[in-house]
């Protein structure tokens, strides 16, 4: 089964408007960490944001905030007041069994990406 | 406060041959890690460096192999290079088994003929 589950392959998004972008995952882990990059053509992955299975409240930073549904296991990403320079792929990655003070657990898992083309 | 750098930026190979790709990772971080990204793909984890040592390896084979240096920058090296082995290449760094994302470098772009 695949950990990590982007189903929108595209989106088109109007500028100003609001997109959500979809992520599912899959762990039997407790513990994990779940994140949204972002990848403009020019290739490098942006973080934007940042979600731990332990968190009690959803993230938020700026204009990206994670809507986190523990029990469905959802992640996903909503972006408010959409710019033109938001248009990119997008990823959602999740982090499992981090362990404190030691390497383990810093891989990332990655999903297939959903591509944000913001109309002007 | 420089962030990940790598180098090249593009590389083309042929089959069999080999190739060395080059990671800085941003200040203060101590863990590398590189990812594999086929087009329309996302990221594939290869393996990860912490002190100096291979602590984690994702589905590759021996062919791909790293290193890591007392100054915590990594390289990759390809050998018996193969046609799927086109694609972007990205390091990563983060500090060792804290609760914070990595950080990536612009990734080398490495074309395969």
């Known amino acids: 089964a695949q950990k990590i589950t982007q189903t929108q392959p595209g989106m088109f998004v109007q500028e100003k408007e609001a997109v959500t972008l979809d992520c599912t995952y899959d762990t039997s882990d407790p513990s994990y960490g779940l994140f949204w990059y972002k990848q403009p053509s020019s290739g490098e992955m942006i973080f934007l944001i940042y979600q731990g299975s332990y968190d009690q409240q959803n993230a938020t930073e700026g204009r990206y905030s994670l809507n986190f549904q523990k029990a469905r296991k959802s992640a996903n990403l909503v972006i408010s007041a959409s710019q033109l320079g938001d248009s990119a792929m997008y990823f959602c990655?999740?982090?499992?069994?981090?362990?404190?003070?030691?390497?383990?657990?810093?891989?990332?898992?990655f999903g297939g990406g959903t591509r944000v083309l913001v109309k002007p | 406060d420089a962030g990940v750098t790598q180098s090249p930026t593009h590389l083309i190979k042929t089959r069999g041959q080999q190739v060395t790709l080059r990671c800085s990772p941003k200040s203060g971080h101590d863990t590398v890690s590189w990812y594999q990204q086929a087009l329309g793909q996302g990221p594939q984890f290869i393996f990860q460096y912490y002190e100096e040592e291979e602590r984690q390896r994702g589905n590759f084979p021996d062919r791909f192999s790293g290193h890591q240096f007392p100054n915590y920058s990594s390289e990759l090296n390809v050998n018996a290079l193969l046609l799927g082995d086109s694609a972007l290449y990205l390091c990563a760094s983060s500090l060792g088994g804290r609760n914070q994302p990595q950080h990536f470098g612009d990734g080398t772009r490495l074309s395969i003929l």
């Open positions: 990655a999740m982090r499992e069994g981090l362990i404190e003070g030691t390497a383990a657990g810093n891989k990332l898992t």
